[in-house]
């Protein structure tokens, strides 16, 4: 068990990792060569000029100004300076909300950590008591836990102090989660009201369009909205499956690039033609010219590529039963987004359509009827990844301890007794151990959430945090609680009652107070500072630059700065919240180290999201409900964690009245909830009309249909020719009417021949019924 020197060597060591990291970012980001790394954004919205195009040649790569050495860490107030208005316009919503995440932890813990050091901490400190748990044997102590709750001895009429405590630190939390709530919401309408035109304002997408054996999927698409939406209804775009289509043009970007390359290296040095390897990764195979070898390859895939146009286009197949409609107003599509569409709620189902960026193609070529299969596997998958990933994590953590090494090899035993060595073990491998053990779970996950089917970057990325939640909750939390592999673990607590899992758990939890100071000093300190200096992408940014980059294009995609990553980072944010939660009536001498955490996390994700991070969409904070309801979920659990650690004290007068917390709680969530998350999943009718109206004044010719025709073509169509385009435009031609042809028309309420409705674009035309 780490003691207070093992937790300041730690320390110690984070905050030097952390202050070189800083330090070394400050330095590089002076550099003119490394200018495209560290603020992309600004090139990429033409506000900036590369350094390295003018001056003296030394001058291009190095920065001889000695003066900025000086300010070195003049990016931090720079990074607080830019007033939230401002950054929402420059980053959008959902890079302005990510950061209030931060803001909410200092708001939340920065007050409970006042009150509980200036409560808890005395009332803690001044027992004489170490007494742990009486009912677990082999249990040791250390100097921390004279700080924490553990040092009340038994029945003890000091716990009234925890009791009190925790109701504090429940109507805290609530009245700031209720206030962040409430503005969030009112930056999400503020932000759509006044939003420039997009084309997913108007726009809904349609999924499951029944079969019909005398119409296509357009025809059909077209028919039912014209009926049902006759005043609305403008256009649509079918859905098709250009899944394969994509992955050729995929292939054929590669090898132009690698064409490019050895194009490159050719001009540089004429006097030898470039030669390859045609095996994998060019180590073994037929050797070749590289030029000649890609330029046959790429005309064969051209041609390949064109068949696969053709077929997308000419195969009823290829056509989903799906199909993104698009309507005259907001007001006609959040109506249609909005409503049940049929008496059968299983067929026409819509939904708000993503933003063009948002969309991930590829999920919707997936049936929409195989969806429930799939989530069910996922679901299934999910549970045997999170218990048996346990496994290892309790192998490595076994290892990144002083037992464990010692076990390991034992002739290391005289080096790791040493003081220092022992206290670096003890107070900062456990921790470093875990995090390199979890690099690769956001990848696993998200490639769980695509098998899904789930039809949105934005979505993806929601489904994957709240999965890497609940595995930070069972794995890392619960599991470096509690001893032995997660299916001891389960086995256990299927083995009790439901009444006995809060005891079990709250007795462990003073104890492993210092492995997860150790882990936030690793993962929340000297983590957040690497992250600011992007060693990953500065080195791959500067091998493509030297090796591919040949234009200014070239240039612009080597510069690629990525974006937040919700799917991880946000669930990493949660930890430290149900953490905090958790040990701030329990171990308060763990929340200096959270609030450092959000404190520096807060500044550094700021000055990415100005100047490095371009968001691939934007979900207008769609992503806020799950934050204040995983919030809530962490105080359910730090309140249930502490009656079970209060029925071991013996605290029986004490503990009932900890049961109106959760109860509380939970009222107070179901409030919130039908107060405010109707704002992130619905648009109010009165806000899209008072908006159409005001853009019908202001301007009165726009041509509307024009602006969202191609709006939702698949991407490998796009910047193809007209002719190609115009094979996937169902109105290209405004005079020619669809005519159904179908031959039952029980469902059909008028005469069928457009269903007796003229195209919203042309003026009002009876039809007569054709002859059958």
């Keep these: 068990m780490a003691t207070l020197a093992d937790i300041g060597v730690s320390a110690a060591l984070n905050i030097l990792g952390a202050f070189i990291f800083l330090i070394a970012f400050a330095i590089l980001r002076l550099q003119p060569f490394n200018d495209r790394v560290y603020f992309p954004k600004w090139y990429l919205k033409g506000l900036r000029d590369s350094p390295t195009h003018g001056g003296a040649f030394v001058r291009k790569f190095v920065n001889l100004d000695f003066r900025s050495y000086i300010r070195f860490l003049n990016w931090m107030p720079e990074a607080l300076k830019m007033p939230e208005p401002e950054l929402i316009e420059h980053a959008g ?15 939340i813990f920065v007050p409970i950590a006042l009150v509980a050091w200036s409560v808890l901490v005395p009332v803690n400190w001044t027992n004489d008591t170490l007494d742990v748990a009486v009912k677990i044997s082999n249990v040791t102590a250390s100097d921390i836990d004279k700080l924490s709750i553990s040092n009340v001895p038994l029945k003890s009429q000091r716990f009234w102090t925890h009791v009190v405590m925790a109701y504090a630190f429940t109507f805290w939390t609530c009245y700031v989660l209720l206030k962040e709530y409430e503005k969030v919401a009112n930056l999400r309408l503020q932000f759509v009201a006044s939003e420039k035109r997009r084309p997913d304002q108007f726009t809904v997408l349609v999924r499951n369009v029944p079969p019909d054996p005398d119409e296509s999927v357009s025809e059909l698409v077209e028919h039912f909205f014209l009926v049902n939406h006759p005043n609305h209804y403008l256009t649509h775009q079918v859905v098709v499956n250009a899944n394969k289509l994509a992955k050729l043009v995929k292939k054929k970007k590669k090898l132009q690039n690698w064409l490019d390359y050895y194009q490159l290296k050719y001009s540089r040095n004429n006097s030898k033609r470039p030669m390859m390897k045609t095996g994998f990764l060019g180590l073994w195979g037929e050797k070749v010219d590289g030029i000649d070898y890609h330029i046959s390859e790429i005309e064969k895939l051209s041609k390949e590529i064109a068949e696969e146009r053709e077929r997308v286009v000419s195969d009823p197949k290829a056509i989903m039963p799906a199909a993104f409609v698009s309507f005259n107003s907001r007001w006609g599509a959040a109506v249609c987004a909005q409503t049940q569409q049929t008496r059968n709620p299983t067929l026409w189902l819509t939904e708000w359509a993503s933003e063009p960026r948002d969309v991930y193609w590829q999920n919707l070529a997936i049936p929409y009827v195989s969806l429930s299969v799939r989530r069910l596997i996922m679901g299934v998958a999910f ?44 107070g900062f491998l456990p921790g470093i151990a875990l995090k390199l053990f979890l690099i ?64 079990t758990i709250g007795i462990a939890i003073p104890k492993k107070a210092t492995f997860f100071i150790t882990y936030i000093m690793v993962d929340g300190w000297a983590g957040i500072a690497g992250e600011i200096l992007m060693l990953k992408p500065l080195i791959i940014f500067h091998l493509k630059n ?22 991880s ?114 648009y109010p009718l009165q806000e899209a009309m008072m908006k159409d109206t005001l853009e019908r004044a202001r301007e009165p010719n726009l041509n509307l249909k024009g602006y ?56 009002e035309v009876v039809q007569e019924d054709p002859e059958p």
Aim: glycine share 4%; charged share 20%.
């Design 383 to 426: 549970f045997f990844l999170t218990f048996f990933f346990m496994i290892p994590i309790a192998i490595v953590q076994s290892f990144a301890s002083i037992e464990g090494i010692e076990k390991a090899v034992p002739f290391l035993k005289p080096v790791i007794e040493a003081k220092f060595i022992k206290s670096v073990i003890q």
């Design 708 to 763: 969202l025709r191609n709006a939702y073509i698949h991407p490998v169509f796009k910047g193809e020719d007209d002719d190609d385009d115009a094979l996937f435009n169902n109105e290209e031609n405004e005079n020619v009417l669809v005519l159904t042809k179908r031959q039952s028309r029980r469902n059909t309420p008028v005469p069928s021949k457009m269903s007796g409705a003229s195209s919203p674009s042309l003026p």
């Design 93 to 107: 919503l959902d890079s302005a909300v990510y950061l209030r995440i931060y803001l909410i932890g200092l708001k």
């Design 440 to 503: 690769f779970l956001p990848t696993i996950l998200m490639i769980m959430s695509k098998f899904e089917g789930f039809i949105s970057l934005s979505s993806l990325e929601r489904r994957a945090a709240t999965r890497y939640y609940l595995f930070n909750f069972v794995n890392v939390f619960l599991g470096s609680i509690i001893a032995g592999t997660a299916f001891e673990q389960l086995n256990s607590f299927l083995k009790q009652s439901a009444n006995d899992i809060p005891k």
């Design 569 to 682: 980072g946000e669930p990493r944010i949660q930890f430290y919240f149900l953490l905090g939660l958790v040990y701030a009536t329990v171990t308060p001498l763990l929340l200096p180290f959270i609030i450092v955490f959000f404190a520096l996390a807060y500044v550094v994700f700021r000055h990415q999201i100005i100047n490095v991070y371009n968001q691939r969409y934007e979900s207008a904070a769609a992503f806020w409900p799950d934050v204040h309801r995983r919030i809530i979920a962490a105080l359910i659990i730090s309140q249930l964690l502490l009656m079970g650690l209060l029925s071991t004290k013996k605290a029986a007068l004490s503990t009932p009245f900890l049961i109106a917390l959760p109860v509380l709680t939970i009222w107070f969530h179901y409030f919130s909830k039908d107060r405010y998350e109707s704002a992130f999943v619905k």
């Design 546 to 567: 030297f090796f591919l980059v040949k234009t200014e294009k070239d240039r612009v995609e080597a510069m690629d700065p990525g974006s937040l990553g919700f799917n």
